[in-house]
């Protein structure tokens, strides 16, 4: 069992999951799977931004996923891809303490590849960035302007602007990406003194990989996947 796993674990061996705890004595599956959306990985292919959508329930976190992590017969695997932006859209409000998502790396990848995370909130799906204005490979960095060079600034959002960020050595088995201390502070909310995450209902959470993200191109792009998002609400 990973390190981070093991935070979410009782001595019981029931997943420690703060308020979701206190709906099911046995962990509230159900009052888990519908705080959250189909989970949404982006990626670039043939020059656009298109979407793989992933049910919770069925691809994403379950007892057979959170115990071996591995999907289940016949369910809908999260397939290698060089994702740019993963997106957890939220169905109620969740005061978010932690979370963590296992990233492994496809066989054909090379090993231990360092891989960094940004994590941006958008309280609703207006204020969230639109596919035709985030930055793809093809896209250049600079224009003439006035007869200076100057960067083109996308849809992307900042560096400035995440609310968190962490880094992983990727490697060919699922291994987790764990995010807290949360800073809020350019959402429209008053900063959270605890560092927690308000998330409200109808909001989203996108992860950034920045190593598959145009903006980066001195990073080596990963084809990965992803599995069994934990997230602790208290």
Same mark, same amino acid.
């Given at each position: 069992?990973?390190?981070?796993?093991?935070?979410?674990?009782?001595?019981?061996?029931?997943?420690?999951?703060?308020?979701?705890?206190?709906?099911?004595?046995?962990?509230?599956?159900?009052?888990?799977?519908?705080?959250?959306?189909?989970?949404?990985? $982006?990626?670039?292919?043939?020059?656009?931004?298109?979407?793989?959508?992933?049910?919770?329930?069925?691809?994403?976190?379950?007892?057979?996923?959170?115990?071996?992590?591995?999907?289940?017969?016949?369910?809908? $695997?999260?397939?290698?891809?060089?994702?740019?932006?993963?997106?957890?859209?939220?169905?109620?409000?969740?005061?978010?303490?932690?979370?963590?998502?296992?990233?492994?790396?496809?066989?054909?990848?090379?090993?231990?590849?360092?891989?960094?995370?940004?994590?941006?909130?958008?309280?609703?799906?207006?204020?969230?960035?639109?596919?035709?204005?985030?930055?793809?490979?093809?896209?250049?960095?600079?224009?003439?302007?006035?007869?200076?060079?100057?960067?083109?600034?996308?849809?992307?959002?900042?560096?400035?602007?995440?609310?968190?960020?962490?880094?992983?050595?990727?490697?060919?088995?699922?291994?987790?990406?764990?995010?807290?201390?949360?800073?809020?502070?350019?959402?429209?909310?008053?900063?959270?003194?605890?560092?927690?995450?308000?998330?409200?209902?109808?909001?989203?959470?996108?992860?950034?990989?920045?190593?598959?993200?145009?903006?980066?191109?001195?990073?080596?792009?990963?084809?990965?996947?992803?599995?069994?998002?934990?997230?602790?609400?208290?």
């Amino acid at each position: 069992m990973s390190s981070i796993l093991s935070l979410f674990i009782l001595s019981s061996c029931t997943p420690n999951m703060g308020v979701f705890d206190k709906e099911d004595k046995n962990f509230g599956f159900d009052d888990y799977y519908s705080s959250f959306g189909d989970i949404v990985g $982006k990626y670039e292919e043939n020059n656009n931004f298109t979407d793989d959508s992933y049910d919770i329930e069925k691809s994403i976190t379950n007892e057979n996923i959170m115990e071996f992590l591995e999907w289940e017969d016949g369910a809908k $695997k999260v397939e290698f891809r060089q994702y740019v932006y993963i997106v957890i859209p939220f169905e109620r409000d969740l005061k978010i303490e932690s979370l963590a998502l296992y990233i492994a790396s496809n066989s054909t990848e090379p090993r231990n590849v360092e891989l960094e995370f940004s994590l941006f909130y958008f309280k609703d799906s207006d204020s969230c960035p639109e596919d035709n204005k985030l930055k793809k490979q093809s896209d250049p960095d600079t224009k003439t302007e006035d007869g200076k060079e100057v960067v083109i600034e996308y849809g992307d959002p900042k560096k400035d602007d995440r609310i968190a960020y962490s880094t992983l050595n990727v490697n060919h088995t699922f291994e987790d990406v764990y995010f807290e201390n949360f800073h809020q502070t350019t959402t429209g909310d008053s900063y959270v003194s605890d560092n927690c995450l308000l998330a409200k209902e109808d909001s989203y959470l996108y992860i950034r990989v920045e190593n598959n993200s145009a903006l980066n191109r001195n990073m080596t792009p990963i084809s990965i996947s992803f599995m069994n998002l934990l997230v602790r609400a208290i």
